[in-house]
């Protein structure tokens, strides 16, 4: 099989897997007096609740310190509900359910005789929930622009401008795929967790450094003699790679995220 026909069958794999958010879908929460106990009802959809869980659960407003809760699995692949008893059934409680992926929800409740205000209201607009979707579509446009790209140097290379529709097919790439770094970054800026803690944001940088690579070695194309050879063919070993990588990161995304293996 020609290896340059590879990355169209891993871009099918890709594409027939179904791809899943990562954090909560919903939260219910409720009190039951008999107890003095919180109900928290999450709904967080997942294919293996030992990678994929909600690992925190944050508890403000009850007339205490705040109470973390961590977990390092889920009981159930989707909906399942944890009781927490309260000191003061009294006042207005706010719950953050945090994935160890990435993401959060939070839900109040205002509890009999409240009289203050809801704690922690999160507030409307951008989420974690909103923008993965968006930098999973950038990103797999980035790949396809590239490997569309690619295709006119190995297949159509005597065709009349293929270099025009190569460089503007790589350039758009460029633009899909560091706006979808972008996004991701201010995706775990918003869920409030640490930038640089699974494989996937390690490989995330690393691809970064590949295209600011990749780009700098097509600028110096014409720039670099009597190197002008040398500095094409490193190019050409620097695309493959960067389009291998990119295929890399999608793929360990569907793993991070637990909707493979």
């Known amino acids: 099989m020609d290896p340059r026909i590879s990355p169209l069958l891993l871009l099918a794999i890709i594409l027939i897997v179904p791809v899943a958010a990562h954090p909560p879908s919903d939260m219910q929460v409720t009190y039951d ?10 709904n967080h959809t997942v294919n ?19 109470a973390i809760h961590n977990y390092t699995s889920q009981p159930t692949t989707e909906f399942y509900s944890v009781r927490y008893p ?24 205002v509890l009999p005789g409240a009289t203050t205000t809801v704690p922690g209201e999160t507030p409307s607009g951008l989420s974690y929930g909103t923008l993965w979707p968006v930098h999973a579509l950038l990103m797999i446009t980035g790949f396809l622009c590239f490997l569309a790209g690619a295709l006119f140097p190995a297949f159509l290379k005597g ?12 350039a758009a790439g460029a633009v ?5 770094l ?21 490989l995330g940088l690393l691809l970064l ?20 050879m040398q500095v094409i063919a490193a190019h050409r070993w620097m695309g493959r790679i960067l389009l291998v990588l990119m295929a ?10 637990g909707i493979l293996g």
């Open 33 to 42: 007096p008999a107890g003095s106990e919180l109900v928290v009802t999450i």
């Open 48 to 66: 293996n609740p030992s990678t994929h869980y909600i690992d925190r659960v944050e508890i403000s407003g009850t007339g205490e310190s705040s």
């Open 86 to 109: 309260i000191p003061v059934p009294e006042g207005a409680v706010s719950v953050t359910a945090f994935c160890n992926i990435g993401g959060s929800i939070t839900r109040q409740l």
């Open 159 to 170: 065709r009349s401008g293929w270099f025009r529709y190569h460089t503007r097919l790589a």
């Open 176 to 180: 899909f795929t560091v706006a979808a």
């Open 182 to 202: 972008a996004i991701a970054f201010s995706m775990v800026s918003l869920s409030g967790g640490p930038h640089i803690r699974v494989p996937h944001a390690y």
């Open 209 to 228: 450094a590949v295209l600011l690579a990749t780009a700098s070695l097509a600028l110096l194309r014409k720039r670099a003699r009597p190197y002008t």
């Open 248 to 257: 890399v990161t999608i793929v360990s995304g569907l793993f991070t995220a």
